[in-house]
């Protein structure tokens, strides 16, 4: 199980623990990491008809992807104003346009493969400041007349109520493209689709050393070791204990998630139109119903590994501020997980040699991962101008090195979460 105290762990579906890797093993495609990402990876290479092995350290979705807060929100960190002045008009909707392929590639697996994992459509990005709202008209025009996009609704300061019962928020966007799941039914349900496929899964595998062989690539375990064509490396946070130079683009940040009890009625109240919710802090926070009516909440970050000695209490903070009514509501569930972040928020998607890989999907990756996964099998199976595209992205590696970088990065993120406050 992921987490003790993880509402996604009590309310899972079935799924047989699959073995260790024992002995000598060989593929044409091995993964590593039993996420959103090395999954999809493994099925879409599967379906290929290659021959994959997958090792994930811990049990599937034992990482972001079991943990997270279960939002689908479309697009990229990066707003399309952003994406014009780096790219210019005709790349800037030629990377957002691939990015938005994600919608229809995670609603296309779980109607597939029969994935019950609490789909529910809508996502609310809600303005904490008027200026952000004032940003987001500007965006929400953009995107219409220069990239197409349709699905958007403005939703001004008065009809905010439409979606969240809250008097915080000064309007914001609903995006009839985004939505919400149970995240870790999700993995397990594209764990179950790889197998099904011909992949071959192993838990409890944690890969100690991975490193070229000859025209090939070796990983080892505690129990064993893959001989393979190419690796596909799906890691996130854990991407530098085997390829520590590209660790150094990410740093990793503590985030935390509370389940209330059920709400009853009062759940509808609050968000009556059942949308996901994000708001447009630095330090956002976000929330959503679960299918039984509990309101699940993600609020607050931690710049160090060790976890609050009250995750209940820390996230409740965060809850009445918005919603006053539940101070005295009972939390049932609380947990924490890792999520890894570059620079400019964008995830790093790349080769080396016969390595593939991708990381740093800062906390934008419930959608992202699916596709970004889909594409590095098909960059593994020959060349693929999507793969190049979100490969093409600018990157930097964080300054500090080793040592200093966390800190550096902690004071960064620092000064953005002291202006929400401002």
């Known amino acids: 199980m992921p987490t003790a105290g993880n509402y996604y762990c009590a309310t899972a579906n079935p799924f047989a623990a699959q073995p260790p890797l024992a002995g000598e093993a060989a593929c044409d495609i091995l993964v590593i990491g039993g996420g959103f990402t090395g999954l999809s990876a493994a099925l879409a290479a599967a379906e290929r008809g290659a021959r994959v092995v997958l090792l994930e350290a811990q049990t599937i979705g034992f990482g972001a992807s079991g943990r997270n807060g279960g939002q689908l929100i479309p697009g990229l960190r990066w707003t399309a104003r952003e994406l014009v002045a780096r790219f210019g008009l005709e790349r800037a909707r030629a990377v957002h346009s691939l990015a938005m392929g994600a919608v229809d590639r995670v609603k296309s697996r779980i109607a597939h493969h029969h994935i019950a994992c609490d789909l529910a459509a809508g996502h609310f990005e809600a303005a904490h400041k008027p200026a952000h709202f004032a940003a987001m008209r500007d965006e929400v025009d953009l995107l219409e007349r220069k990239f197409g996009r349709t699905g958007l609704e403005l939703v001004a300061p008065a ?4 979606f969240v019962a809250t008097d915080a928020y000064h309007g914001g966007v609903h995006d009839r493209y985004g939505g919400h799941f149970h995240p870790l039914n999700y993995v397990l349900g594209l764990a179950g689709a790889a197998i099904g496929a011909g992949a071959a899964l192993h838990e409890g595998s944690r890969v100690t050393a991975l490193a070229p062989d000859g025209a090939k690539v070796r990983a080892t375990t505690a129990a064993g070791t893959v001989a393979a064509d190419q690796a596909i490396l799906a890691a996130d946070a854990w991407t530098g204990e085997l390829v520590p130079a590209l660790g150094r683009y990410t740093v990793p940040l ?7 009890a059920p709400l009853g009625a009062e759940a509808g109240r609050i968000l009556p139109a059942n949308t996901a919710v994000a708001d447009s802090r630095s330090v956002l926070n976000y ?37 006053p009514q539940l101070a005295a509501t009972p939390i049932d569930f609380g947990w924490g997980g890792t999520v890894s972040v570059t620079m400019n928020r964008l995830p790093q998607i790349g080769r080396r040699g016969n390595i593939l890989f991708a990381h740093g999907f800062s906390g934008h990756g419930a959608l992202l991962t699916t596709l970004v996964g889909e594409l590095l099998a098909e960059a593994a199976a020959g060349p693929s101008p999507r793969f190049d595209l979100l490969a093409s992205l600018p990157h930097r590696l964080f ?9 550096l990065a902690t004071l960064g993120l620092l000064y953005y979460a002291m202006k929400d406050r401002l």
């Open 159 to 162: 009809d905010v109520g439409r």
């Open 254 to 260: 503590m985030n935390y998630v509370v389940a209330t």
């Open 287 to 323: 929330f959503r119903l679960s299918a039984d009516g509990r309101l699940i909440f993600g609020g607050g970050e931690r710049y160090r590994a060790a976890s609050p000695s009250d995750i209940s209490a820390f996230v409740r903070s965060h809850i009445v501020r918005l919603f």
């Open 399 to 407: 300054p500090g090195g080793k040592l200093m970088a966390r800190p």
